[in-house]
């Protein structure tokens, strides 16, 4: 039996850039930056302040059947998303059979502000004002299982809290589900907002940038938290032809593999990176030749950008020179468990667009990062496949392959 | 074509037991987990009762290795993880060769890691607060950590879908084994007991309460049911290819014919779509083992003494088996182990193994007066022995998720 082949159709973003398609991916183009001050919380007590937070965000907009209030802002961005996924792909909901749409949806935290509020009340000796919405807001699978609700998507429903490189995965397990069958619509991609544990975590490793990120810069100092959501519709190809649908890509194939070496640091020779990009490039039936474009995991921080580079030059040999692979987390800063969601959003639509987003504040390069990386300036190139990479603690690895839906 | 795969062997911590064998024979004993909590202060909350592993100690399975960075989650999973190789045949060397992939499901990972981490940043300041701690804050904090620790270097994924996190988590190894994309998984689920996660089931007014009718315990299926207690525990499978397993002479425990999955939209609110949604899980794991519903010797049910949870998998079982339930031998062994979250469905896997095995299903502790619209009749305090050829496995959360999964006897 041939395998179903599967497309994206939709893409919803709410990013520190924009939200929606059109606007997201005009900013993006244009180098716009989204790191601020930052406003979720007093940063007085740490020595770095800079974030890259949602501002021109509504929930209202997006919600037919939840109430806001009984509901997490992660919850809040994936829905957001997921809405303006389906519009994007002119899909009527009251079309879809409900049991055969799910949600596959990734994410670092969850919803931490939760656990956040439990804390400060807590410490104040109030804990009594925790009620039972601690438990109807705080596990992580309330992002997916929320956005049922509010879609009445009866399927497929599930969470891959595999941290920073979630959306990837929750992208390829719904890839796998429409290829086997098991459902003929899925929603996919990754949500997380912004969080104090988090911003903390990172200012105690030292990975935050105290202004700017610049991956892949010879002065980059580290990478700026951020938050925000990506969802994709994918659906299976002969679907998406027969109703006409515009498609953007289509998923070829990933990879996924564990390094299995330490939790927050990446193989020293970028072992598991390497093998993550080979499944993928495997899956697909190609060879790194065939790779037009690289959107970067580029977090900003020296050592991920360093072994990022090294490893593509593992695998891509000379080849590695000839792909432009660019950082959008220069722009956006670190959205978490959004960011590969979001990043395979863009690598659908350089697919489409024949467009590259830059990797901004690109000024000075790394001898040791040595590879195009697009600097600062968008760039006009055929993209007929693209890869997403995306890295995360526990050193898990994904890699994502879309390419343009008539060849190969 | 789909590869075939199948169990060859199984790690449980739990607090009925270490083993397989261990945990089978409490469970048909009659033994109990359920009792006041130690592990955190219940002082203030309305139900003091949990299944607490008495005297946790990662050691005894991990000997002289650094355990320091690892959480109480994460000790439960490397240490359920070292049971599982070790009954499957996979020593270290022979781990070197292979890229064994892990998938973990959890609800919660460690949100007491979490609460502490931010606790602790609050009250003496950011620059307090550990990078190692925050490593372990992540919710594929235990995953990561079982794979360092046992060298599994392919794929590496953590499933949260609440209640059913750790049956979902076998239903998405075995199709990873299904597509080839590997041939041997580490599959299962894990969640700690914890303060901060009691506290919010206990506020949600989900967790029993002992009166004069109950006495202490939560009793699945019974008029007299008022909610579940609490547990924990870490339970792993280790799945392969058929083919694979074979050729390795490894032993192979039972075939993992099908699964399948549903989402209940109203999240538990409405009767009607809660059973549908369980109804259609049950139905889709049938149809991708392509069995029929006469066919199931035996369910091991998700119930757990929720009010609403049990009625709704009662009648959610009915739908999905076409009315053929009977004859149904049925068990719920979270009447004995509690609810154990993530843990909870991969531990009913491994107490099926010994049933398919030693042909004794374990009855369901104190259950006396079933509800008359049931419609089960193979249900009760007693053991019953039972043939089992295929055996059907339930899992189901009390906002929305359902999973099942079809187990096989090797012919």
Redesign the interface.
Known sequence: MKQRRVVVTGIGVVTPIGTGRERFWTNLLEGQCGIRTVQSFDTSAYNVHRGAEVHDFEIENYLSNLDAAHLGRASQFAIAAARLALADANVEIASLDPERAGVSMGTTSGEPREVERFDDLFIAKKLERVGPEFLALYPSHVIAAHIARELRFAGVNIMIPTACAAGNYAIAHAFDVLRAGRAELMLAGGSDSFSRITYTGFAQLGAIAPEVCQPFDRHRKGMIPGEGAGVLVLEPLASATRRGARIYAEVSGYGLSCDAHHMTAAHPNGDGAVRAMEQALAQSSITPQDINYISAHGTGTATNDRLETLAVKRLFGDAAYRVPMSSIKSMLGHTMGAASAIEAAVCALAVYHDRIPPTINLREPDPECDLDYVPNCAREHTVRVAMNNAYAFGGNNASLILKKAQTI | MRNRVVITGAGVVSSLGDSSAGLQFSLCSGRRAIRPVELFNTAGLGCPLGGEIPAFDAQKYLGRRNLR?LDRTSRLVTSAAQLALNDSGWSESMRNQE?I??VLGT???S?HT??Q???R???V???Y???MD????????A???T??M?????????????IT?GL?AIA?AT?VIR?G?ARAVLAGGADELCF?SF???D????LCHSDERTGDFPIPFDKRRNGFALGEGAALLMLEDAKFARERGARTLAEITGHG???????GEDEE?AV??IG?SIRRALNDAFIEPHEIDCLSASANGSYAGDRHEAKGVFAGLNGQTRKLPVTAIKSMLGETLGASGPMQAIALLETIRDGVLPGIKCLEEIEDDFALEMIGPENREIDVEAALINSAGF???CCSLVLARMP
């Open positions: 960075p890229e992939g892990l609800m919660f990972c949100v979490i609460s981490f931010d606790r940043a609050l009250e300041g950011p620059a607060a550990s990078p925050f490593s372990n804050t992540v919710i594929n904090a995953a990561g950590q794979a360092i046992h060298n599994l270097r392919g794929i590496n994924s953590t499933i949260s879908t609440g996190s979902q998405y199709e597509s994309r901060e506290y919010g089931f506020r949600a007014g989900l999955c549903g989402y209940d939209c109203s999240q779509e549908e949604a259609l906002d929305g998720h």
